[in-house]
């Protein structure tokens, strides 16, 4: 380890109104470590990156950087004293192209020419290729991901900050981004790379610092420690994994055949020739990174996107052009990942986002009269069955937690009874209580012999509650396998678009990545 | 019969009020704010205009006194819905009613009025040459300033670090956000700038085009601007082919109205704003064209928070 | 330093407040304008305000005159202010209520002089569907090719406009007027005329129908599903597809109802208080009402005030222009100062005004 720290922190505090999100902060960091910050959502890690990046002052405490006090006033002052930092989300422009996507996050412009040649030299340094020309709304997000990480290294940072990086990566190209990371602390930069995903970690890091509820709880080397044990500290309990138990499979409840699907937004991914079908009392997990196509699947299985007929059977009856309340009504519920502005409108009331999916099956609209009272006690039980936190059904939607939200889109579907549920991501930045709960609801649901479609990236929840597995990757679905003798190595395949199983087609050209 | 140059002369002077408000909404656009007072700041620019030349005396003072008028005009603008967040379509609207009010508040006094002439560029000598020779130099100063805003524009937008950070806000401003660009500040000087363009092309109005001012003058002229903003799905010189397409069917259809020629005058009278809804439906059917260009921001409220 | 918060829900107090809040502001801001015009602004904002309603000189003539004023401007922001909360931006409603004129007119004038009572009921049917045929326009341009339905809405304001002169001048003249333009008066011929029902007043079927528009929305929004739908779709436009609410059949129906009401009142105002086709007969109520229609907070009963209040301004204005020789624009101005401090102060209803640094940017 190095002789003096290149970071210090050193009691970081920072409240905003009603919740401290980090208190009493302290780590530090020495050149050329990879440094994991681990916690759960809502731990406090991204605060104390904004604070380190010049995105948030601190109320109290101070860093220093190399020696010297450090205290960013804005993400230019941070990227000036070297600090570079690789987000989750929000800062890559769809409509530009790699080079103007990097230009823009350094202070120092090349000529356009240039700055071309350098993408393409440190790409080839780092084994990140990349077309500097073409438009970032193009690019797979792996792809993206290394334009973000492309942009930091040209500006030779002592510090990479590593926002959850493999949460949008198949294994293989963790592996890759690994490599690529090791080479990058290996020229003498230290990496923070915060995660949730201990493996992750135990590979990677050198030292691991873990956050609960804005506190360290501990410093730690990852791969002196036990996963169990990490994940115990992180989490604060020990938590028990869903109760399931074995059943006949029963009648195909939901088929899809060859469902191809033009994108609807600009950017957005086409559906080729998706295939499977789900019985009663089974679930069905699709894995893939998000951005694969599980906006749009999920969006023609909901009926927001007409299809032909015959490319979705709901008990053998094509439904793939009826609308989506016809479809409520038959019994086919969705919940889709976004919950604020998609499952539910965020300025309604609870009871108002009630009727929103519950008016058909629940009898709440008389002669295109609506029924407050009904909307209301139904409602009311959502809350209750499901333990929303919230003081009641007059609460607008977006004055709830995102895991209590969460709570409730997902009960709303369930109390109504579906035969055929799908979720998309149903415990995305749900903590992990309510995660297990909601988990435990949909096995619940499928014991009870309805049908379930579980889309998600988290490969370990859907192993823990699917019967069968398969993978969207670039809009083609793989042949769903039983989840039991299915290893990590094939997971991993199918995720990353190996699927020789599906039959190929003239003219398709989508091989392994 | 109609003359060919002398057409093109008209139809030139008759698109560049039109083509100064849409460049400038063009670039507020492309940041990420849709101002739908265009119109208002117009008939701002048109009145603060030719009350300054009327009253100082030089046809400059008044183009650069409608160019201030717009510009604080889109100050409000620009207050309100980027400190005050609020609806920019409907501030774009109230932008448009109160400046038709004060405007004819302002120029009760002013109706009748002639303005001082504006001199052209060159020397008659150079004009009487040829057609082409007229068609090149036989413009007023603020005709050739169009055109150079227009190259302006498109050299700043697509070659200079500026005009990069100014698509990138409009692209996607939490992203920009992330990155430390000031999207507040930057999408303000859109808006002023915005707010300039659309009074200097109000000041053209009233002490070029007209010359004189009456109530109401614009006519729609802010709302055509908008729309070739549209049609030109944000590219600077598609606007001005836009606003030479539209400036040309506004001066033929005056030139046909004074000829023999039997076309009723309603269907001549509207045909400015139909051949517009007709070029707008055919852009907008298009769904590639119309959607890769757009500003992907374009009139979202934008609040950094916590 | 200022900063905003967005609250966890909206203020309910603030709903009420803002709207309050923009009219005092307003006066302040009017009368400074008063002042800048050398008129002296308390008496101006009196005889603007108070003079209409409470002096015995004008009160007579003045409080009929709010109702005919108020019920114009009430029917067409109601239709309005569906669309504006679906987030579909109807703003050409001038020229739907110059068609509605029009057409209503014309099936008037084409029975002449019959004076059959069916005559009047048809010419407001007429006037609905001619309002309602020209809202279509932007609708089905906006659901067939996604045309921006607020500049097709707008710029169609205009070609009514150049309609109306060839009626005014041509098609509807008068034959027996001595070439003059314009059309017969409507509202001096029995059978075509839209009477005062309550002699004193100033209710005509207009203001009735303007009073039914509010009681129906109300029960529209509060209780139909329609009105749920409408409210969904402005607010969270992916939830409402995802409840299955048709877009396309929204625009429709939205425009259409909007395009309906303006065109029944243009028929009210040109068979009543304007009484013939002119030139000039349209006075821009279609444009207030966008004021009216954001001043009432898109709500029913707020727009019912609203209409009201900028009625009196009209009422006032043309007092302060009569006994004080304030220039008529002034007043439009003075509407339009009334929007701005409305949507200024609308953020207090969604965000809090905290006083202190602003540490997260």
């Known amino acids: 380890m190095g002789l003096t720290p290149l970071l210090t922190i050193d009691g970081l505090t920072k409240t905003y109104p009603g919740v401290v999100a980090n208190d009493d902060v302290s780590f530090h960091l020495a050149p050329g470590e990879i440094h994991a910050l681990l916690g759960e959502n809502g731990a406090g890690k991204s605060t104390l990156v904004k604070m380190i990046y010049g995105l948030a002052k601190p109320d109290a405490g101070a860093m220093t950087l190399g020696g010297a006090p450090y205290t960013p006033a804005a993400p230019w002052a941070a990227r000036a004293a070297g600090v570079a930092m690789v987000f989750q989300h929000f800062s890559l422009f769809e409509a530009l192209n790699v080079a103007e996507n990097i230009a823009l996050g350094t202070e120092t412009l090349p000529p356009p020419r240039a700055l071309a040649a350098q993408i393409r030299e440190v790409g080839k340094s780092y084994g990140l290729p990349l077309d500097p020309g073409r438009l970032v709304g193009d690019l797979s997000a792996g792809e993206r991901q290394r334009v973000e990480i492309i942009r930091c290294l040209l500006q030779n940072p002592r510090l990479l900050i590593m926002d959850e990086p493999t949460s949008v990566l198949t294994p293989q190209e963790a592996d890759i981004l690994f490599h690529t990371l090791r080479k990058i602390s290996a020229g003498g930069a230290a990496i923070l790379y915060i995660s949730h995903k201990l493996e992750d970690i135990r590979t990677l890091c050198d030292k691991a610092t873990i956050l609960r509820q804005g506190k360290v709880v501990a410093t730690c080397t990852p791969r002196e420690v036990s996963a169990a044990r990490i994940a115990e500290l992180m989490v604060g309990q020990l938590l028990s994994p869903p109760a399931r138990t074995e059943r006949a499979p029963g009648e195909v409840l939901l088929k899809v055949a060859d469902l191809s699907l033009e994108p609807v937004a600009a950017f957005g991914t086409p559906l080729r020739h998706i295939g499977f079908d789900v019985r009663a009392g089974e679930v069905l997990g699709i894995g893939g990174v998000a951005g694969n196509g599980q906006d749009e699947l999920l969006m023609a299985l909901s009926g927001e996107v007409l299809t032909a007929p015959g490319a979705i059977l709901f008990k053998d009856h094509g439904i793939g052009a009826m609308p989506p309340g016809q479809r409520r009504s038959l019994g086919l519920l969705c919940a889709p990942e976004e919950r604020l502005g998609h499952a539910a409108a965020p300025d309604m009331s609870l009871t108002e986002n009630a009727v929103l999916t519950a008016r058909q099956r629940e009898g709440l609209e008389r002669g295109g009269f609506l029924d407050w009272a009904g909307a209301k006690d139904f409602a009311r039980r959502v809350i209750a069955n499901f333990d929303v936190r919230t003081p009641g059904p007059d609460v607008v939607a977006r004055a709830l937690s995102g895991g209590n939200l969460q709570k409730y889109v997902i009960g709303r579907e369930i109390l109504q009874t579906p035969t055929v549920l799908v979720v998309n991501q149903p415990t995305w930045g749900v903590d992990a209580g309510a995660a297990a709960a909601i988990r435990q609801a949909l096995l619940d649901l499928a014991k009870g012999g309805a049908a379930v479609v579980c889309i998600s990236q988290d490969i370990d929840e859907l192993l823990e509650i699917s019967d069968w597995f398969c993978a969207l990757n670039e809009g083609h679905l793989s042949t769903p396998r039983p989840v039991r003798g299915l290893s990590m190595e094939e997971i991993g395949l199918m995720l990353g678009g190996a699927h020789a199983t599906h039959k190929a087609e003239p003219g398709a050209t989508h091989a392994a990545a | 019969m109609i003359d060919p140059v002398t057409l093109i002369v008209a139809l030139i002077g008759a698109s560049t009020p039109i083509l100064l408000a849409a460049i400038g909404e063009l670039v507020v656009e492309k940041s990420g704010v849709l101002n739908l007072g265009v119109e208002g700041m117009m008939i701002i620019g048109a009145i603060c205009g030719f009350m300054t030349a009327v009253n100082i005396g030089f046809s400059w003072s008044g183009f650069v006194a409608g160019a201030a008028g717009g510009a604080i005009l889109s100050v409000v603008f620009a207050f309100l819905t980027q400190f005050l967040l609020s609806n920019q379509v409907a501030t774009g609207l109230a932008l448009t009613l109160f400046g038709l009010g004060l405007a004819a508040l302002l120029g009760e006094a002013y109706s009748g009025i002639s303005p001082p002439l504006t001199p052209d560029l060159f020397p008659q000598t150079l004009q009487e040459g040829s057609a082409i020779s007229s068609i090149i130099f036989g413009h007023d100063p603020v005709i050739y300033l169009s055109l150079g805003l227009v190259a302006a524009v498109w050299y700043v937008l697509q070659h200079t670090r500026a005009g990069l950070i100014l698509r990138a806000v409009g692209e996607n401003h939490d992203a920009a956000h992330a990155l430390g660009y000031r999207v507040v500040r930057i999408r303000c000087l859109a808006i002023i700038f915005g707010g300039a363009c659309a009074g200097l092309g109000g000041a053209y109005l009233s002490l070029v085009r007209v010359p004189s001012w009456t109530e109401g003058m614009t006519a729609g002229a802010g709302w055509i601007a908008l729309a070739i903003v549209v049609f030109a799905s944000w590219r600077p010189w598609r606007a001005l082919l836009g606003a030479y397409l539209f400036g040309g069917i506004a001066a033929l259809q005056l030139r046909l109205q004074a000829s023999d020629i039997t076309v009723p005058v309603v269907l001549l009278d509207m045909s400015p704003y139909i051949v517009t809804i007709v070029v707008l439906v055919l852009m907008s059917s298009n769904r590639v064209r119309a959607t890769l260009n757009a500003p992907a921001a374009l009139g979202k409220v934008f609040h950094a928070s916590g | ?335 339009g100062m009334l929007l701005f401090f409305l949507l200024a102060l609308d953020v207090l209803s969604n965000y809090q005004v905290r006083i202190g640094y602003r540490t997260a940017a």
């Open chain 3, 1 to 335: 330093m200022l900063r905003l918060e967005k609250r966890p829900a909206p203020a309910r107090g603030w709903i009420i407040g803002a709207p309050i809040l923009a009219v005092l502001l307003t006066m302040v801001a009017g009368g400074l304008m008063f002042a800048l015009l050398g008129k002296d602004p308390a008496e101006s904002i009196r005889v603007i305000f108070w003079d209409p309603l409470f002096d015995d000189r004008f009160a007579g003539f003045s409080r009929p005159q709010l109702l005919v004023k108020a019920g114009p401007l009430i029917l067409i922001a109601i239709g309005l202010s569906l669309g504006f909360r679906a987030g579909i931006w109807n703003i050409g409603a001038e020229g739907q209520y110059i068609i509605g004129a029009i057409c209503g007119a014309g099936f008037g004038l084409a029975f002449f002089p019959s004076e059959n009572p069916l005559i009047f009921p048809g010419m407001i049917i007429a006037g609905a569907l001619g309002g309602w045929a020209w809202a279509m326009i932007p609708a089905i341009l906006r659901t067939r090719f996604r045309t921006n339905e607020i500049l097709v809405s707008l710029l169609l304001v205009y070609v009514a406009e150049a309609i109306l002169a060839t009626a005014a001048t041509g098609f509807l003249r008068n034959p027996d007027g001595a070439g003059f333009p314009g059309s017969r008066n409507l509202a001096r011929h029995p059978g075509t005329d839209n009477p005062e029902i309550f002699a004193g007043t100033g209710v005509h079927w207009g203001v009735m129908t303007a009073f039914i528009a509010v009681i129906a929305a109300c029960v529209l929004l509060n209780r139909h599903i329609l009105g749920y739908q409408i409210k969904l779709a402005g607010q969270a436009p992916r939830a409402a597809r995802f409840a299955g609410v048709n877009a396309a059949r929204l625009i429709i129906l939205c425009l259409g109802i909007s395009g309906a009401v303006a065109g029944m009142a243009g028929l009210f105002e040109v068979a009543g208080p304007a009484g013939q086709i002119s030139i000039d007969f349209n006075s821009g109520y279609g444009f207030t009402a966008i004021i009216v229609a954001f001043l009432g907070r898109l709500h029913p009963v707020g727009i019912l005030l609203a209409g009201l209040l900028m009625a009196l301004t009209f009422i006032g204005g043309e007092l302060a222009q009569l006994m004080l020789g304030v220039p008529a624009p002034a007043i439009q101005a003075f509407q």
